[in-house]
């Protein structure tokens, strides 16, 4: 068996020994232009060369949870793509979403600006009740999401694609719910896959029908937001700002506003990283499950795009 | 039935409001000094005069979890002093412990950094087994802590005086296990009551004995740590730094080194306030039901001091 290995952005070498460590009878190498087809690639970003020369496969496997870089391109027909099921993304998800949350919610960065200018000050608290938390996207890390938050007692409120039910969220379906779902929504946070159903998702519209004085968590995909209507609805006084992880272009180019906004926190696309490990781990038990004709989890539906 | 509310640093009009619609068979005032002796008190750091001119009470209740300002009063023989349960404290407590955890753990001040700097940079993700996060004090507060930070699969530690048993969190007791408690511990959270066994407890020793690189969060009273000895261990380069919310003196002094401290993070004793409602609610109840001769919870042990 071989397996070859095509990532943009990664350094290949310890994958590479990871993936060779778990699966010791295969033979597992750096993708070239022109080598021969192996039985499974594991990728992330590839070139479409990549697909057309690479016809023998039985498996696809992308290194992250969002496969949207992939469905651009012109795959093989009928050959399984495995997204990473968690590999320790979500926890990392709940982390930085409930830190994000929290700082807002407990107004700490007015705090920290108080006390960097020497002002002891108290602030009355915030009610609860005014603080619904919608989560847009309710796959493994929005459901993981949506139980950490529950220790903080905010309203929780879920958007999907397909009807759910979770304790202690009062769950949204389908674009007949949305707007109900986004118009008693004060803190937005989008977990959504990226497919064409879902870009520009969060606009002018969409943003101005969200409780006076929301405001956005954005950590699945830059195309979900629509910056410069986010920027106008911020600078109107209709948000009260945004943490956004992810952007349209990354590295988010130097010049662009979203840099130097007081009223927007910027990451450098950090909210939950691929955890090489844990992924090795996976990657190898669904190609050994595959090999014996065993059922997997994780395979994208292309008609969905996710 | 008679009820005297003396609160220093609080706005009495709403207190007096709130529990005479709780309780509208009782008069309800604000004490002045002269006054006949009420049966209930309601207090937050009364003079000592308070106590010695009113000596018909039957219960005096603290507006707040920790009553280290009225342990230190001559308080009348017999008469049970009762501090809050809970009144909405534990859930924020619980959000300023994850949020300070997550941000050191997550270094989301380096990221702001790099950002403001224009940088797009990553880290390397930490470890999560390197981060234990070590709870000094397991009361009401403690656990709940505990519990939220279940969400985010660091290692959890306790340390109470008696013993404790929590799913997910090792356990240490009394000053036999305290040394062991402080050696694995990364993150130090203290919410003990105040008293004097542990007034200074955070002090050069102890803080010494952290894991290298160790952070600590003080939400429970300032006079559990030795200023001098926290800044000179995180200028030593032993401890990483620390978000402190109490301090020795409150408001936080304007020549304190803390203010101004690149390490330490200041609030401004804000991580769990009394909430109004909530704590109406809960004394008028309980004494309802001490004037049924009902037992009710939050009694203050005298010689524990909490």
């Not at 938390?133 to 309203?155: N, T, Y």
């Amino acid at each position: 068996m071989r397996i070859t290995f095509c990532c943009t952005g990664t350094k290949a070498q310890p994958w590479l020994e990871g993936l060779q460590a778990a699966l010791p009878g295969a033979v597992v190498d750096l993708w070239t232009a022109g080598a021969a087809s192996a039985d499974y690639a594991v990728v992330w970003a590839p070139p479409q060369q990549f697909f057309d020369e690479q016809t023998g496969l039985k498996g696809i496997f992308n290194i992250g949870a969002g496969v949207d870089a992939l469905m651009k391109l012109r795959l093989p027909p009928g050959v399984p793509v495995v997204r990473l099921d968690d590999a320790g993304m979500s926890v990392q998800m709940a982390e930085y979403v409930c830190h994000a949350v929290i700082r807002h919610f407990r107004e700490f960065d007015g705090y920290e600006a108080d006390v960097n200018a020497g002002k002891w000050s108290y602030r009355k608290p915030r009610s609860r009740a005014d603080f619904s938390v919608g989560i847009m996207g309710m796959g493994v890390l929005g459901e993981r999401v949506a139980q950490a938050l529950q220790a903080f007692e905010l309203p929780l409120r879920g958007w999907s694609r397909s009807p759910k039910s979770l304790p202690g969220v009062q769950c949204f379906a389908g674009e007949a719910q949305f707007h109900d779902f986004l118009a008693a929504t004060r803190i937005l946070v989008c977990l959504l896959p990226l497919t064409p159903d879902t870009r520009d998702i969060m606009n002018r519209d969409t943003l101005s029908r969200l409780q006076p004085d929301a405001y956005v968590i954005n950590v699945a995909r830059g195309a979900h937001l629509v910056d410069e209507d986010l920027i106008a609805l911020i600078d109107s006084g209709h948000l009260a700002g945004a943490t956004l992880d992810v952007f349209r272009t990354e590295p988010l180019p130097a010049q662009h506003p979203f840099w130097k906004h007081p009223k927007i926190t910027v990451t450098p696309h950090t909210s939950a990283r691929t955890l090489r490990e844990e992924s090795i781990v996976q990657i190898a038990g669904k190609i050994v499950a595959l090999e014996r004709g065993e059922p997997i989890a994780g395979i994208v539906n292309p008609a969905r795009g996710y």
